[in-house]
């Protein structure tokens, strides 16, 4: 399994996550531990906080894959461990220290290693090994929803919040262990499809990529919202002895619009992306329906085909019984 880097990939904490941590948990009803990151399938996963690998699990549970990593620095008494769990797969092993940002496995979903068909689970951890242990006592309502809920830490990595002081007993994460999110012009799918071909065995591999090929993608340009927004509440007044006049200093506007403008050739290029993309989607999944008429056309023809001969019906007695119709009196 390549251990590739995930430059030019949108984070896949930015994603839409399904946050129901305490609800009964489809696979068991005990209080549902971790968070469900909406990712297509072998999508790039990364470590969120360094640590060291304590436990890969594959098809030898029904979350798997799973990667349970002890952080460097605990978020709290409770929270030791990160579980990445429901993988496609795994690029690292038992032992290895992993840094933020480092490529630890794949999004399972359809090409999950266990039984359960879902996407990236990401949950807190008091145990070397998630699911076993004495740990897995402590997933109750009250941890889950408490001291062990991932959304505090999820929602600061989506924001680009280094600094966590509530919610994890006062431990504050800095940026050397935690990498703001950086949403790029637009997510690799040629990456993604070669993921699938390389990590998905046999034709199941095939039919992934094809899935994935065949998948329209949004147009997603250079994450300016944010700087559109920090740039209009900044103070750009002139101000006299650092007290601001409310007088609108023109220059300082023009230097705060300059920062929240995009780069042509950088709108360019996801313009271009977005068009090839979803071109070659479009064609794929015109060929596909034109396939599947093809067929659907076939087994018609051959269904009246059989009907026909069955009841003695040919074109040539069809033909003969007009003629004679035509030339009865």
């Known amino acids: ?10 984070p896949w904490y930015t994603f839409p996550r399904v946050d129901n941590m305490g609800s009964p948990d489809p ?52 929270a ?17 220290h992993v840094y933020a940002g480092q490529l630890i496995g794949y999004n399972g979903l359809s090409a999950a290693q266990g039984t359960q068909k879902v996407p990236l689970g990401f949950a807190l951890y008091n145990g070397d090994h998630y699911g076993f242990g004495n740990a897995w006592g402590l997933e109750t309502v009250q941890n889950v929803t408490g001291m062990l809920n991932p959304v505090p830490l999820l929602n600061a990595a989506r924001s680009g919040n280094v600094n966590i002081t509530s919610g994890y007993g006062g431990i504050s994460l800095t940026s050397t262990t935690l990498q703001p999110a950086k949403v790029l012009p637009f997510v690799t799918v040629d990456a993604n499809i070669q993921n699938a071909i390389n990590n998905v065995p046999g034709f199941d591999g095939v039919i992934e990529a094809i899935d994935l090929a065949e998948q329209f993608q949004p147009l997603q340009l250079q994450q300016t919202q944010k700087d559109m927004q920090a740039a209009s509440q900044a103070n750009t007044d002139y101000t006299l ?20 403008i995009t780069l042509p050739a950088d709108a360019m290029q996801a313009i271009l992306v977005f068009m090839v993309v979803n071109t070659r989607a479009a064609l794929i999944r015109g060929f596909l329906i034109f396939i599947g008429l093809v067929i659907i056309f076939a087994v018609i023809s051959s269904i009246l085909s059989n009907g026909m001969q069955s009841t003695g019906l040919t074109a040539s007695n069809i033909a003969s019984l007009v003629n004679m119709r035509g030339t009865s009196p």
């Open 1 to 10: 399994m390549p251990v590739t880097s995930p430059s030019g990939v949108q």
């Open 27 to 78: 696979y068991g009803g005990f209080p549902k531990p971790d968070s469900n990151i909406q990712l297509p399938a072998m999508y790039p996963v990364t470590a969120l906080l360094p640590g060291t690998v304590t436990a890969v699990d594959g098809s030898n549970v029904g979350w798997g894959g799973a990667i349970t990593i002890a952080l460097d620095t605990p978020l709290n008494p409770l």
């Open 80 to 96: 030791t461990h990160t579980a990445y769990i429901h993988l496609g797969g795994e690029t690292v092993s038992v032992g290895q």
């Open 241 to 260: 002895f650092g007290i601001d006049t409310g007088i609108p200093n023109p220059f300082a506007d023009v230097s705060a619009l300059k920062h929240a």
